[in-house]
């Protein structure tokens, strides 16, 4: 049966405010927010004024709130939340995918002892309900791999340069005027919002939880001109993709890196700030999933479905967690990659196991081979502090 939800939500941003109108025009919910926690109690608001408190207690000391939402940036913030709703018997509803991916093996724990539950398909892909597919759809070992556009501001930009031959500068400067960017880009730019995604999305898909520093993620903050028009000579679009995969010997791969797309992929076509999850299996081939991954309305309709989920009494089972399948993670695993440098001195830091591919100029330097995941991940630092530029191929 169907429960009545008082909510405390934490955070009025963009999808605060875009959950508030969404559940506003959905009369069937059977929630109500009865509290919203804001660092600014002062500031101007549309709505009525005595809902807003300044104090995580007003909403976690409340017995009628039987629901917390947490939609705040602080991932340290969300965590201290988090952790002391459910304590306290509350469950909880998240989009804070940089808390999620860091603790998650904890909250597992907490909400089985505490008898509650938190849900965050809101975390991984903005409208897309990846998570819930996986958990309940995908519930088998036929599962193959999981490989995405995850990060919509990223996709935003690329989509920028690739078609309508922005600059990276002008393309970051237009997603941040639309909301689609932050004012300081780095966690989306970087990989990192895809990688705290993939975490997550691989706890789901097969049972396994992967510290974020043991996978290796490049982002698209050094991408040129010249890698755009490159990718244009090779009939190719770049994008920034997530994958999970299980090779061969039941081992897991996992990476956040650009690639160097070809038109027969489904991933090929998403454009702007949506994001598309393709899903392969050993029997049922690809499946695909698509919509918009920025945004207020769109994210703000994810968290709602949570609700929604939460008010059947919903929880996930993480039942591929309990099959004890034997499933390691693994960066002994070759790619294929381009590698854009300036000179010869950069080239020697890398040990590649074949070159297939290679171009020197004045003005541009490139090489494509296969290499080892474990060797691009041993070499981060010297990736990040040089002027190079990493893509799948």
Do not use: W
């Not at 996978?215 to 990718?231: L, T």
């Not at 393709?278 to 994210?299: L, S």
């Not at 440098?341 to 070159?355: A, C, I, P, S, T």
């Amino acid at each position: 049966m169907k429960q009545q939800l008082n909510i405390g939500l934490f955070g009025f941003g963009v999808v605060g405010s875009g959950l508030y109108e969404v559940l506003e025009q959905s009369p069937t919910a059977n929630a109500t927010i009865k509290k919203i926690c804001v660092r600014d109690i002062s500031k101007k608001r549309n709505i009525e004024t005595g809902i807003f408190c300044n104090e995580p207690a007003a909403i976690l000391d409340d017995p009628e709130i039987n629901l917390v939402v947490e939609l705040i940036d602080d991932a340290d913030a969300a965590y201290t939340i988090v952790k002391s709703a459910l304590q306290k018997g509350k469950s909880v509803v998240s989009g804070n995918k940089k808390m999620l991916a860091e603790h998650l093996p904890e909250f597992i724990e907490m909400q089985k002892n505490n008898s509650v539950g938190l849900l965050y398909d809101a975390s991984a892909c903005g409208s897309i309900p990846v998570i819930r597919n996986l958990e309940e759809y995908y519930d088998n070992d036929l599962l193959k791999s999981v490989t995405g556009i995850l990060n919509g501001s990223s996709n935003y930009i690329l989509s920028k340069m690739y078609n309508e031959g922005f600059s990276y500068d002008d393309a970051l400067k237009k997603a941040q005027e639309l909301g689609f960017a932050e004012s300081n880009p780095t966690l989306d730019v970087e990989g990192l919002d895809a990688l705290s995604k993939l975490v997550i999305i691989t706890v789901h898909a097969f049972g396994l939880f992967v510290r974020q520093d043991e996978i290796f993620h490049f982002g698209i903050s050094k991408i040129s001109e010249r890698d755009m028009q490159f990718a244009r000579e090779k009939g190719r679009k770049i994008k920034l993709v997530a994958q999970v995969k299980k090779t061969e010997n039941e081992t897991l791969a996992m990476a956040v890196i650009p690639r160097m797309v070809t038109p027969d992929k489904y991933i090929y076509n998403v454009e702007d700030e949506f994001n598309g999850v393709v899903i392969k299996g050993a029997f049922y081939d690809k499946q695909f999933m698509f919509g918009r991954g920025a945004g207020g309305y769109p994210t703000g309709s994810a968290v709602l479905s949570d609700i929604t989920a939460r008010g059947y009494n919903y929880r996930y089972e993480y039942k591929k967690m309990q099959l004890k399948n034997g499933l390691k993670f693994s960066n002994d695993f070759m790619v294929k990659i381009y590698l854009r440098f300036e000179g010869g001195q950069q080239l020697k830091h890398f040990n590649f196991d074949e070159v297939i591919e290679k171009h020197t100029s004045s003005d541009f330097n490139y090489v494509i081979g296969n290499i080892r995941l474990e060797e691009l991940l041993r070499k981060k630092k010297h990736i990040e502090e040089e002027e190079i530029f990493i893509a799948e191929f």
